[in-house]
């Protein structure tokens, strides 16, 4: 008797080590996960941004006042999820900047714990914790992290609907319906994840569902999430016609111009180029690892894995480079696709090395090793590097050095902390220099459209300076047209080269970088030096019309 007790138990140890073993696996990767996402969070919020960071962080703040497509406020197609995230956190913080930072801090920290699991799944412990620490340290994804925009949320919604298309592959129907309720939700929140990872997710269902009927249920979740956000936008834009009005228009003067329909081959290849420059910031010297992939798939073949992970890159990597890319946020919907790909190739490189020196057991040690220069690199890079000082007079010297530099500076070196303190800077300077000095009862604001040397500053001075009249004039031939946003219920141009200001005001004040030197100086312009390189220009407006960039501005007389 005593000796069948003892058996069994002896065999119940044996059989409960597997699950012990397992479960606290589970708890360790818990852990693990969570603890890379409060660094993820901790590290952002030194760096937070103060002020909106650009023109379409200033749209979505302007949305929490008044939504309103027509006025893209925010811009097509509508962000309606993530603008009423937004109203939920700025009811608390009450400040429409700060409420968007939160947002994209809480994003980036949800996207790395998300990242490890998905590579813990695909992969191993080490892939998982080298993927989700490295892509934290991204500086293309810290900065973003740190700015009121989208693309932390992207990310994070592109990483889950991944994770969930994956495991579908299993076979396993609630994941399938899952990543349907998610797919169609982040649709909400950034409509181009749900039409970019569309075809992951529906190739992943087509292979695990196994069974017509359930693809169909999961088809019908998909549209039910949709419809959850996308009937409320239809009407708050006033209806399909409005809401189909406003994008086309937004389509036809944005993005046609750039794709591979409307634009040229110039376009294209200045477009792949900034798509390219954009993953080089967001991988860092992770980026490296690409010459080791034909050693790794020699050396451990190309298995359904990472199969699963380039038919994740290729839908977005081609839009963006064939028909739109706006900023460098945009690769954050495929850069954690790319970042697990690579920490894979260097977790092999390791155990490669280990192997080579005859002691396995120093593999976390050699991964240390390896991790420790490229975070540091990351991290440095972000913290400490600093944008060039912008050049704007005494250009001597070949077109193609100044292009290079100036597209260095704008796609590579502005994605750090030192280039948004200096971006916010340049903004209060702006603000506070012409509330000192001009009053808002005699002084019209002007932007411009089309200048090759500034930023359109027309969103940052309708939300910073309000109660100054506000005109944005268009220099492109082909768009010629003005906007008053005090006085206009879309954001369509008016036509015409007329700009009648109210007869109180007695000047214009040019906020630009810098003047346009295509364009000739109207009589009389004061030219006045800010710091970084910036300006003011004020014209005195009398009796007589002004000319400027072929637009005439009068005086009303009544």
């Not at 695990?208 to 999961?218: I, K, Q, V």
Request: aromatic letters at 12%; charged letters at 15%; hydrophobic letters at 50%.
């Amino acid at each position: 008797m005593i000796r069948r007790v003892r058996a069994a138990v002896i065999h119940g140890l044996r059989t409960s080590r597997p699950a012990l073993a397992q479960a606290g696996g589970r708890h360790a990767d818990l852990w693990t996960a969570l603890g890379l996402a409060l660094l993820t969070l901790l590290s952002r919020w030194p760096y937070r941004a103060r002020m909106l960071y650009n023109w379409d962080a200033v749209q979505f703040a302007l949305a929490l006042h008044e939504f309103d497509i027509s006025k893209h406020q925010p811009h097509p197609p509508g962000y309606l999820l993530y603008v009423g995230l937004g109203r939920l956190v700025n009811a608390t913080l009450g400040d429409p900047t700060q409420a968007y930072v939160t947002l994209a801090m809480l994003f980036s920290a949800a996207t790395t714990f998300t990242v490890y699991w998905l590579a813990r799944t695909l992969y191993d412990r080490f892939t998982a914790t080298a993927a989700a620490a490295l892509l934290a340290g991204s500086p293309l994804f810290w900065f973003y992290g740190s700015v009121g925009l989208t693309y932390a949320g992207e990310a994070f919604g592109a990483s889950l609907v991944a994770l969930l298309a994956y495991r579908t592959l299993g076979g396993s129907a609630t994941h399938l319906y899952a990543g349907a309720v998610v797919l169609g939700l982040v649709g909400g929140m950034r409509q181009s994840v749900l039409v970019l990872l569309f075809p992951l997710w529906l190739g992943c269902a087509l292979v695990g569902a196994r069974s017509a009927r359930r693809l169909a249920a999961a088809g019908t979740v998909l549209a039910g999430a949709v419809l959850v956000w996308f009937l409320p936008l239809v009407w708050l834009s006033g209806g399909w016609r409005a809401y189909l009005a406003a994008s086309t228009q937004l389509y036809g003067s944005v993005v046609l111009p750039t794709s591979v329909l409307g634009g040229d081959l110039d376009t294209t290849l200045r477009q792949t180029g900034h798509v390219l420059e954009s993953v080089a910031v967001g991988l860092g010297p992770l980026g490296l690892a690409v010459l080791a992939l034909p050693y790794y798939a020699r050396r451990r073949g190309w298995g359904r894995q990472e199969w699963f992970l380039l038919a994740w890159v290729a839908p977005p990597a081609a839009f963006y480079t064939l028909v739109h890319f706006g900023q460098a946020g945009y690769v954050l919907t495929f850069l954690p696709a790319l970042v697990v790909l690579l920490s894979r190739v260097l977790a092999e490189l390791v155990a490669a090395w280990s192997a080579r020196l005859r002691r396995p057991q120093w593999r976390w040690a050699v991964a240390l090793a390896t991790l420790a220069p490229l975070l540091l690199v990351n991290t440095g890079f972000f913290v400490s590097a600093r944008p060039a000082p912008r050049e704007f007079h005494n250009r001597t010297g070949e077109s193609w050095v100044w292009r290079a530099r100036d597209e260095a500076s704008d796609w590579i070196m502005s994605r750090t902390a030192a280039a948004l303190r200096e971006h916010e800077a340049v903004i209060r300077t702006y603000v506070e220099t012409i509330r000192a000095v001009y009053d808002p009862s005699d002084t019209a604001l002007l932007t411009e459209l089309g200048n090759p040397r500034s930023y359109p500053w027309l969103r940052h001075a309708m939300f910073y300076m309000p109660e100054y009249a506000i005109y944005q004039i268009s220099l492109g031939e082909e768009s010629r047209g003005f906007y008053a946003p005090q006085s206009s219920a879309t954001m369509i141009l008016s036509p015409g080269t007329l700009v009648s200001v109210p007869r109180r005001v007695k000047q214009l004040v040019w906020f630009v970088d810098h003047w346009d030197p295509s364009r000739p100086r109207p009589r009389g312009l004061v030219e006045i030096p800010l710091p970084y390189g910036r300006y003011l220009y004020v014209l005195p407006l009398g009796r007589r019309p002004v000319e400027h960039a072929g637009y005439t501005f009068v005086r009303d007389r009544t």
